[in-house]
Protein backbone atom coordinates (compact mmCIF):
# COMPACT_ATOMS: atom_id res chain seq x y z
CA UNK A 1 0.00 0.00 0.00
CA UNK A 2 1.32 3.40 -1.01
CA UNK A 3 1.19 5.48 1.90
CA UNK A 4 2.06 9.42 0.97
CA UNK A 5 3.53 9.37 4.88
CA UNK A 6 6.23 7.58 3.74
CA UNK A 7 9.14 7.70 1.68
CA UNK A 8 8.83 5.23 -1.21
CA UNK A 9 11.26 3.42 -3.64
CA UNK A 10 10.36 0.74 -5.77
CA UNK A 11 13.41 -0.58 -7.23
CA UNK A 12 12.34 -2.65 -10.57
CA UNK A 13 15.56 -4.72 -9.39
CA UNK A 14 15.22 -8.54 -10.70
CA UNK A 15 14.76 -9.74 -14.41
CA UNK A 16 11.19 -10.78 -13.69
CA UNK A 17 7.94 -8.41 -14.37
CA UNK A 18 7.19 -7.87 -10.35
CA UNK A 19 8.76 -4.80 -9.57
CA UNK A 20 10.60 -4.38 -6.07
CA UNK A 21 9.06 -1.93 -4.16
CA UNK A 22 10.60 -0.64 -0.62
CA UNK A 23 8.54 1.77 1.18
CA UNK A 24 10.56 4.24 2.96
CA UNK A 25 13.41 3.19 0.95
CA UNK A 26 16.54 5.41 -0.28
CA UNK A 27 18.82 4.80 -2.96
CA UNK A 28 23.00 5.25 -2.39
CA UNK A 29 24.49 7.15 -5.28
CA UNK A 30 28.85 7.36 -5.48
CA UNK A 31 29.24 10.90 -6.02
CA UNK A 32 32.70 10.00 -8.05
CA UNK A 33 31.74 7.47 -10.57
CA UNK A 34 27.79 8.59 -10.92
CA UNK A 35 27.37 4.66 -10.35
CA UNK A 36 24.39 2.68 -7.91
CA UNK A 37 26.32 1.41 -4.44
CA UNK A 38 23.52 0.22 -2.87
CA UNK A 39 19.49 0.67 -2.13
CA UNK A 40 17.20 -0.47 0.93
CA UNK A 41 15.59 0.88 3.71
CA UNK A 42 16.07 4.28 4.92
CA UNK A 43 17.22 3.81 8.22
CA UNK A 44 19.40 0.77 7.03
CA UNK A 45 21.21 2.89 4.60
CA UNK A 46 21.69 5.86 7.09
CA UNK A 47 23.18 3.40 9.21
CA UNK A 48 25.53 2.10 6.74
CA UNK A 49 26.23 4.94 4.18
CA UNK A 50 25.57 8.09 6.22
CA UNK A 51 27.34 10.76 8.23
CA UNK A 52 28.30 8.79 11.18
CA UNK A 53 28.55 5.14 9.20
CA UNK A 54 32.27 3.42 9.18
CA UNK A 55 31.72 4.41 5.32
CA UNK A 56 32.14 7.64 5.99
CA UNK A 57 35.60 8.29 5.01
CA UNK A 58 35.44 5.08 2.13
CA UNK A 59 32.93 7.04 -0.07
CA UNK A 60 31.69 10.33 -1.03
CA UNK A 61 28.16 8.81 -1.17
CA UNK A 62 24.85 10.43 -1.96
CA UNK A 63 21.90 9.23 -0.09
CA UNK A 64 18.47 9.70 -2.22
CA UNK A 65 15.31 9.33 0.13
CA UNK A 66 12.58 11.37 -1.04
CA UNK A 67 9.81 11.58 0.98
CA UNK A 68 5.99 11.27 -0.42
CA UNK A 69 7.66 10.55 -3.69
CA UNK A 70 8.67 7.45 -5.70
CA UNK A 71 11.53 6.91 -7.41
CA UNK A 72 12.36 4.89 -10.27
CA UNK A 73 15.08 3.89 -12.68
CA UNK A 74 14.86 6.41 -15.54
CA UNK A 75 13.06 5.71 -18.72
CA UNK A 76 14.06 4.67 -21.99
CA UNK A 77 12.67 5.48 -25.13
CA UNK A 78 13.93 2.88 -28.02
CA UNK A 79 12.36 5.24 -31.09
CA UNK A 80 11.88 8.54 -31.81
CA UNK A 81 12.78 11.24 -34.08
CA UNK A 82 14.46 14.57 -32.42
CA UNK A 83 13.90 16.87 -35.59
CA UNK A 84 10.76 15.61 -35.80
CA UNK A 85 9.57 17.69 -32.32
CA UNK A 86 9.18 20.74 -34.52
CA UNK A 87 6.25 19.38 -36.79
CA UNK A 88 4.72 16.88 -33.96
CA UNK A 89 0.94 17.09 -34.13
CA UNK A 90 0.76 17.54 -38.07
CA UNK A 91 -2.66 17.48 -39.41
CA UNK A 92 -4.34 14.98 -41.16
CA UNK A 93 -2.42 12.41 -43.05
CA UNK A 94 -1.06 8.83 -42.99
CA UNK A 95 2.11 7.78 -43.69
CA UNK A 96 3.52 8.06 -46.82
CA UNK A 97 1.67 11.73 -47.27
CA UNK A 98 2.89 12.51 -43.42
CA UNK A 99 6.17 12.29 -44.60
CA UNK A 100 6.42 14.04 -47.33
CA UNK A 101 3.87 16.59 -46.71
CA UNK A 102 5.41 17.43 -43.36
CA UNK A 103 8.22 15.15 -42.12
CA UNK A 104 10.53 15.45 -45.10
CA UNK A 105 9.76 19.53 -45.22
CA UNK A 106 11.29 20.18 -41.60
CA UNK A 107 14.18 17.40 -41.68
CA UNK A 108 15.57 19.34 -44.84
CA UNK A 109 16.26 22.42 -41.92
CA UNK A 110 18.94 20.51 -40.03
CA UNK A 111 21.89 20.83 -42.74
CA UNK A 112 21.66 24.67 -40.74
CA UNK A 113 23.91 23.80 -37.61
CA UNK A 114 22.17 26.15 -35.36
CA UNK A 115 18.72 25.01 -36.06
CA UNK A 116 20.56 21.57 -35.49
CA UNK A 117 21.79 22.94 -32.04
CA UNK A 118 18.82 24.39 -30.93
CA UNK A 119 16.41 21.60 -31.37
CA UNK A 120 19.11 19.10 -30.02
CA UNK A 121 18.97 21.08 -26.99
CA UNK A 122 15.32 21.65 -26.37
CA UNK A 123 14.67 17.95 -27.58
CA UNK A 124 17.07 16.21 -24.60
CA UNK A 125 15.16 18.91 -22.18
CA UNK A 126 11.93 17.89 -22.98
CA UNK A 127 13.42 14.04 -22.96
CA UNK A 128 14.55 15.14 -19.01
CA UNK A 129 11.48 16.64 -18.49
CA UNK A 130 9.44 13.78 -19.03
CA UNK A 131 11.71 11.69 -17.00
CA UNK A 132 13.39 9.63 -20.38
CA UNK A 133 16.92 9.06 -19.74
CA UNK A 134 18.23 7.40 -22.47
CA UNK A 135 16.63 6.87 -26.16
CA UNK A 136 17.47 5.64 -29.34
CA UNK A 137 16.94 8.23 -31.67
CA UNK A 138 16.57 9.31 -35.48
CA UNK A 139 18.67 12.18 -36.51
CA UNK A 140 18.53 13.42 -40.16
CA UNK A 141 20.72 12.55 -43.30
CA UNK A 142 22.79 15.67 -42.39
CA UNK A 143 25.78 14.77 -40.51
CA UNK A 144 25.42 18.37 -38.77
CA UNK A 145 22.47 16.65 -36.79
CA UNK A 146 23.92 13.96 -35.44
CA UNK A 147 27.10 15.98 -34.43
CA UNK A 148 24.45 18.73 -32.59
CA UNK A 149 22.86 16.04 -30.72
CA UNK A 150 25.76 14.02 -29.19
CA UNK A 151 27.25 17.60 -28.23
CA UNK A 152 24.25 18.55 -26.36
CA UNK A 153 23.81 14.85 -25.16
CA UNK A 154 27.57 14.48 -24.28
CA UNK A 155 27.26 17.87 -22.19
CA UNK A 156 24.52 16.62 -20.33
CA UNK A 157 26.09 12.73 -19.98
CA UNK A 158 22.70 11.20 -21.20
CA UNK A 159 23.62 7.74 -22.30
CA UNK A 160 21.94 8.18 -26.48
CA UNK A 161 22.46 6.23 -29.51
CA UNK A 162 21.69 8.09 -33.25
CA UNK A 163 23.00 8.24 -36.49
CA UNK A 164 22.85 10.15 -39.54
CA UNK A 165 19.71 8.88 -41.88
CA UNK A 166 20.43 7.11 -45.05
CA UNK A 167 18.42 8.12 -47.50
CA UNK A 168 19.37 7.82 -51.43
CA UNK A 169 15.71 7.51 -53.47
CA UNK A 170 12.39 8.56 -53.03
CA UNK A 171 13.08 11.74 -51.01
CA UNK A 172 12.94 14.84 -52.02
CA UNK A 173 16.50 15.91 -53.19
CA UNK A 174 17.52 18.23 -50.15
CA UNK A 175 17.83 15.54 -48.07
CA UNK A 176 18.65 12.66 -50.33
CA UNK A 177 22.67 12.08 -49.95
CA UNK A 178 24.57 9.74 -52.47
CA UNK A 179 24.89 6.33 -51.78
CA UNK A 180 28.19 6.04 -50.75
CA UNK A 181 28.31 9.77 -49.31
CA UNK A 182 25.49 8.69 -46.76
CA UNK A 183 27.59 5.69 -45.94
CA UNK A 184 30.95 7.28 -45.50
CA UNK A 185 29.06 9.98 -43.51
CA UNK A 186 27.97 7.02 -40.93
CA UNK A 187 32.18 5.80 -41.02
CA UNK A 188 33.16 8.96 -39.90
CA UNK A 189 30.39 9.46 -37.31
CA UNK A 190 30.91 5.79 -35.62
CA UNK A 191 35.01 6.82 -35.86
CA UNK A 192 34.02 9.75 -33.82
CA UNK A 193 31.32 9.56 -31.42
CA UNK A 194 30.44 5.40 -31.09
CA UNK A 195 31.22 4.52 -27.18
CA UNK A 196 32.49 8.13 -26.19
CA UNK A 197 31.29 8.83 -23.09
CA UNK A 198 27.93 7.42 -22.52
CA UNK A 199 27.09 7.96 -26.68
CA UNK A 200 26.51 5.07 -29.32
CA UNK A 201 25.93 5.43 -32.52
CA UNK A 202 23.32 3.35 -35.00
CA UNK A 203 23.54 2.67 -38.44
CA UNK A 204 20.41 4.36 -39.52
CA UNK A 205 19.05 3.20 -43.22
CA UNK A 206 15.52 5.37 -43.07
CA UNK A 207 13.23 2.25 -44.22
CA UNK A 208 12.98 0.06 -47.27
CA UNK A 209 11.45 2.94 -49.85
CA UNK A 210 13.81 5.46 -49.13
CA UNK A 211 17.16 3.40 -49.87
CA UNK A 212 18.72 1.79 -53.10
CA UNK A 213 19.29 -2.01 -52.63
CA UNK A 214 23.31 -0.85 -52.95
CA UNK A 215 22.95 1.47 -50.39
CA UNK A 216 21.27 -1.67 -48.32
CA UNK A 217 23.83 -3.69 -49.09
CA UNK A 218 26.59 -1.33 -47.88
CA UNK A 219 24.40 -1.05 -44.52
CA UNK A 220 25.06 -4.40 -44.19
CA UNK A 221 27.73 -4.62 -44.69
CA UNK A 222 29.29 -2.14 -42.50
CA UNK A 223 27.05 -3.50 -39.67
CA UNK A 224 28.52 -6.49 -39.90
CA UNK A 225 31.91 -5.13 -39.69
CA UNK A 226 31.21 -4.16 -36.09
CA UNK A 227 30.50 -6.15 -32.81
CA UNK A 228 28.79 -3.13 -30.80
CA UNK A 229 27.48 -0.84 -33.57
CA UNK A 230 23.48 -1.05 -33.51
CA UNK A 231 21.01 -0.48 -36.60
CA UNK A 232 17.61 0.76 -36.68
CA UNK A 233 14.99 1.37 -39.60
CA UNK A 234 10.77 1.53 -39.91
CA UNK A 235 9.74 -2.03 -40.44
CA UNK A 236 5.70 -2.71 -42.00
CA UNK A 237 4.05 0.09 -40.37
CA UNK A 238 1.34 0.91 -42.96
CA UNK A 239 -0.35 -1.00 -45.24
CA UNK A 240 0.19 1.10 -48.60
CA UNK A 241 4.11 1.55 -47.22
CA UNK A 242 3.98 -2.41 -47.24
CA UNK A 243 2.62 -2.59 -50.72
CA UNK A 244 5.47 0.02 -52.31
CA UNK A 245 8.07 -2.15 -50.42
CA UNK A 246 6.40 -5.46 -52.47
CA UNK A 247 6.69 -3.55 -55.56
CA UNK A 248 10.22 -2.76 -55.19
CA UNK A 249 11.25 -5.29 -54.58
CA UNK A 250 9.26 -8.15 -56.11
CA UNK A 251 11.62 -10.66 -56.00
CA UNK A 252 12.02 -11.21 -52.12
CA UNK A 253 9.51 -13.10 -49.84
CA UNK A 254 8.06 -9.68 -48.18
CA UNK A 255 9.29 -6.58 -46.50
CA UNK A 256 11.55 -8.08 -43.49
CA UNK A 257 13.21 -10.21 -45.88
CA UNK A 258 14.66 -7.32 -48.24
CA UNK A 259 16.22 -6.26 -44.58
CA UNK A 260 17.13 -10.20 -43.91
CA UNK A 261 18.93 -10.37 -47.25
CA UNK A 262 20.92 -7.34 -47.28
CA UNK A 263 22.31 -8.43 -44.09
CA UNK A 264 20.36 -5.57 -41.23
CA UNK A 265 19.26 -8.07 -38.84
CA UNK A 266 20.35 -9.24 -35.90
CA UNK A 267 20.63 -8.55 -32.10
CA UNK A 268 21.90 -5.20 -32.22
CA UNK A 269 18.79 -4.07 -34.65
CA UNK A 270 15.73 -2.16 -33.70
CA UNK A 271 12.67 -2.40 -36.15
CA UNK A 272 9.80 0.26 -35.22
CA UNK A 273 6.32 -0.93 -36.18
CA UNK A 274 6.40 -4.53 -36.96
CA UNK A 275 2.56 -4.03 -37.45
CA UNK A 276 1.94 -6.56 -41.08
CA UNK A 277 4.01 -9.60 -40.59
CA UNK A 278 3.39 -13.06 -41.56
CA UNK A 279 4.49 -16.06 -39.46
CA UNK A 280 7.72 -17.07 -41.44
CA UNK A 281 8.40 -13.08 -40.84
CA UNK A 282 8.09 -13.55 -36.99
CA UNK A 283 10.37 -16.57 -37.02
CA UNK A 284 13.27 -14.59 -38.97
CA UNK A 285 12.79 -12.11 -36.02
CA UNK A 286 13.54 -14.97 -33.20
CA UNK A 287 16.12 -16.30 -35.52
CA UNK A 288 18.04 -13.65 -35.87
CA UNK A 289 17.48 -11.99 -32.48
CA UNK A 290 15.93 -8.61 -33.86
CA UNK A 291 14.12 -6.29 -32.00
CA UNK A 292 10.84 -4.44 -32.61
CA UNK A 293 10.22 -1.12 -30.93
CA UNK A 294 6.17 -0.67 -30.27
CA UNK A 295 4.86 3.00 -30.60
CA UNK A 296 1.23 3.20 -30.31
CA UNK A 297 0.83 6.71 -29.97
CA UNK A 298 2.07 6.71 -33.29
CA UNK A 299 0.29 3.61 -34.63
CA UNK A 300 -3.09 5.93 -33.53
CA UNK A 301 -1.59 9.16 -35.07
CA UNK A 302 -1.24 8.20 -38.23
CA UNK A 303 -3.95 5.99 -38.21
CA UNK A 304 -1.78 3.09 -38.95
CA UNK A 305 -2.51 -0.14 -37.05
CA UNK A 306 -3.06 -2.23 -33.78
CA UNK A 307 0.00 -4.13 -33.11
CA UNK A 308 -0.35 -7.39 -31.40
CA UNK A 309 2.58 -7.05 -28.62
CA UNK A 310 1.62 -10.64 -27.19
CA UNK A 311 2.12 -12.87 -30.79
CA UNK A 312 5.27 -10.23 -31.03
CA UNK A 313 6.54 -11.20 -27.79
CA UNK A 314 6.32 -14.95 -28.54
CA UNK A 315 8.94 -14.68 -30.79
CA UNK A 316 11.35 -11.33 -29.68
CA UNK A 317 12.23 -8.87 -27.53
CA UNK A 318 9.54 -5.80 -28.06
CA UNK A 319 10.13 -2.37 -26.20
CA UNK A 320 7.82 0.13 -26.32
CA UNK A 321 9.01 4.08 -27.68
CA UNK A 322 7.17 7.30 -28.63
CA UNK A 323 8.34 7.80 -31.91
CA UNK A 324 7.90 11.49 -31.72
CA UNK A 325 6.59 13.36 -34.42
CA UNK A 326 4.47 10.79 -35.71
CA UNK A 327 4.15 9.76 -32.10
CA UNK A 328 1.91 12.74 -29.82
CA UNK A 329 4.10 12.61 -26.47
CA UNK A 330 7.65 11.82 -25.28
CA UNK A 331 5.94 11.04 -21.94
CA UNK A 332 6.82 6.95 -21.43
CA UNK A 333 3.91 7.25 -18.81
CA UNK A 334 1.16 8.37 -21.33
CA UNK A 335 2.81 5.99 -23.79
CA UNK A 336 1.91 3.04 -21.70
CA UNK A 337 -1.50 4.23 -21.41
CA UNK A 338 -2.24 4.44 -25.33
CA UNK A 339 -0.40 0.94 -25.62
CA UNK A 340 -2.52 -0.30 -22.79
CA UNK A 341 -5.32 0.72 -25.26
CA UNK A 342 -4.24 -0.58 -28.33
CA UNK A 343 -4.42 -4.42 -26.54
CA UNK A 344 -7.71 -3.33 -25.38
CA UNK A 345 -9.32 -2.65 -28.63
CA UNK A 346 -7.87 -6.31 -29.29
CA UNK A 347 -9.48 -7.85 -25.93
CA UNK A 348 -5.70 -8.01 -24.95
CA UNK A 349 -3.97 -6.25 -22.03
CA UNK A 350 -0.81 -4.66 -20.69
CA UNK A 351 -0.38 -4.53 -16.71
CA UNK A 352 1.20 -1.77 -14.75
CA UNK A 353 3.93 -3.62 -13.76
CA UNK A 354 4.76 -5.02 -17.28
CA UNK A 355 4.27 -1.13 -18.33
CA UNK A 356 6.93 0.25 -15.95
CA UNK A 357 8.95 -3.01 -16.36
CA UNK A 358 9.20 -2.36 -20.09
CA UNK A 359 10.22 1.35 -20.00
CA UNK A 360 12.81 0.76 -18.05
CA UNK A 361 15.05 -2.57 -17.63
CA UNK A 362 12.75 -3.97 -20.96
CA UNK A 363 13.87 -1.45 -22.64
CA UNK A 364 17.79 -1.66 -21.50
CA UNK A 365 17.57 -5.51 -22.17
CA UNK A 366 16.14 -4.88 -25.53
CA UNK A 367 19.28 -2.40 -26.29
CA UNK A 368 21.54 -4.82 -24.75
CA UNK A 369 22.18 -2.13 -22.13
CA UNK A 370 20.43 -3.53 -19.06
CA UNK A 371 24.10 -4.30 -17.56
CA UNK A 372 24.39 -0.40 -17.41
CA UNK A 373 21.23 0.76 -16.90
CA UNK A 374 17.55 -0.10 -16.25
CA UNK A 375 17.46 -0.73 -12.39
CA UNK A 376 19.49 -0.27 -9.32
CA UNK A 377 21.56 -3.14 -9.03
CA UNK A 378 24.88 -1.65 -7.72
CA UNK A 379 27.51 -0.39 -9.82
CA UNK A 380 24.63 0.63 -12.64
CA UNK A 381 24.71 4.14 -13.92
CA UNK A 382 22.46 6.35 -11.41
CA UNK A 383 19.94 7.51 -14.24
CA UNK A 384 16.63 8.11 -12.01
CA UNK A 385 13.26 10.05 -11.92
CA UNK A 386 11.70 11.20 -8.83
CA UNK A 387 8.16 10.75 -9.40
CA UNK A 388 5.36 12.35 -7.28
CA UNK A 389 2.35 10.09 -7.26
CA UNK A 390 0.22 13.24 -6.30
CA UNK A 391 1.34 15.15 -8.93
CA UNK A 392 -1.54 16.68 -10.24
CA UNK A 393 -5.00 17.23 -8.19
CA UNK A 394 -6.61 14.24 -9.99
CA UNK A 395 -4.18 11.83 -9.12
CA UNK A 396 -3.81 13.00 -5.54
CA UNK A 397 -7.52 12.02 -5.09
CA UNK A 398 -7.44 8.86 -6.83
CA UNK A 399 -3.95 8.08 -5.33
CA UNK A 400 -6.31 8.10 -1.82
CA UNK A 401 -9.20 6.06 -3.43
CA UNK A 402 -6.70 3.38 -4.12
CA UNK A 403 -5.43 1.05 -2.14
CA UNK A 404 -2.91 -1.70 -3.61
CA UNK A 405 0.57 -0.64 -4.70
CA UNK A 406 -0.54 -2.78 -8.41
CA UNK A 407 -3.61 -0.26 -9.02
CA UNK A 408 -1.77 2.75 -7.64
CA UNK A 409 0.62 2.12 -10.33
CA UNK A 410 -2.05 1.34 -12.76
CA UNK A 411 -3.42 5.05 -12.32
CA UNK A 412 0.18 6.73 -12.56
CA UNK A 413 0.47 4.76 -16.03
CA UNK A 414 -2.99 5.81 -17.31
CA UNK A 415 -2.74 9.34 -15.72
CA UNK A 416 0.68 10.20 -15.50
CA UNK A 417 2.92 11.98 -17.69
CA UNK A 418 5.12 15.04 -17.47
CA UNK A 419 3.41 16.70 -14.35
CA UNK A 420 4.75 14.42 -12.31
CA UNK A 421 8.45 14.12 -13.13
CA UNK A 422 9.57 16.15 -9.60
CA UNK A 423 13.55 15.61 -10.98
CA UNK A 424 15.28 13.77 -13.46
CA UNK A 425 18.97 12.32 -12.19
CA UNK A 426 21.27 11.45 -14.53
CA UNK A 427 24.23 9.16 -13.56
CA UNK A 428 24.32 10.45 -10.04
CA UNK A 429 23.56 14.54 -11.27
CA UNK A 430 20.12 16.22 -10.92
CA UNK A 431 19.82 17.65 -14.59
CA UNK A 432 15.71 18.72 -14.48
CA UNK A 433 13.71 19.70 -11.58
CA UNK A 434 9.88 20.46 -11.82
CA UNK A 435 9.12 24.22 -11.32
CA UNK A 436 6.55 24.54 -8.58
CA UNK A 437 5.70 28.07 -9.33
CA UNK A 438 2.02 28.35 -9.76
N1 LIG B 1 8.90 5.45 -41.86
C1 LIG B 1 9.93 6.05 -42.50
N2 LIG B 1 10.25 7.21 -41.92
C2 LIG B 1 9.41 7.37 -40.89
C3 LIG B 1 9.23 8.39 -39.91
O1 LIG B 1 9.94 9.40 -39.86
N3 LIG B 1 8.23 8.20 -39.01
C4 LIG B 1 7.45 7.09 -39.01
N4 LIG B 1 6.49 6.96 -38.10
N5 LIG B 1 7.58 6.13 -39.92
C5 LIG B 1 8.55 6.26 -40.85
FE1 LIG C 1 9.81 6.39 -36.58
Given amino acids: ELDSSTSLLPVIAGVNVYPEYIADGALVVDDATGLVVDYGHCASMMSQYGNNSEHKNKALVQIYNCKHNLIMPGFIDTHVHYPQIDMIAAFGEQLLDWLNNYTFVTEANFGNPKIAHDTAQFFLNQLLANGTTSALVFSTSHPQSVEAFFSESIRLNTRMITGNVLMDQNAPENLCVPTEQGIRDTQNIIDKWHERGRQHVAITPRFAITSTPKQLQMTGELYRSYDSVYLQTHLAENLDEVAFVRELYPNHKGYLDV ?163 EQTVIAGVSRYKRSTVL
Fill in 259 to 421: YHDMGLLGRRTTLAHGIYLETPEYEVLRDTGTQIAHCPTSNLFLGSGLFDLSKTLSYTGVSIATDVGAGTSLSMLTTLSEAYKVQQLQKKSLSAHQGLYQITLGNAQSLLLDDKIGNFMPNKEADFVVINMDGTELLERRMTQTKSLEEQLFVLMMLGDDRVI
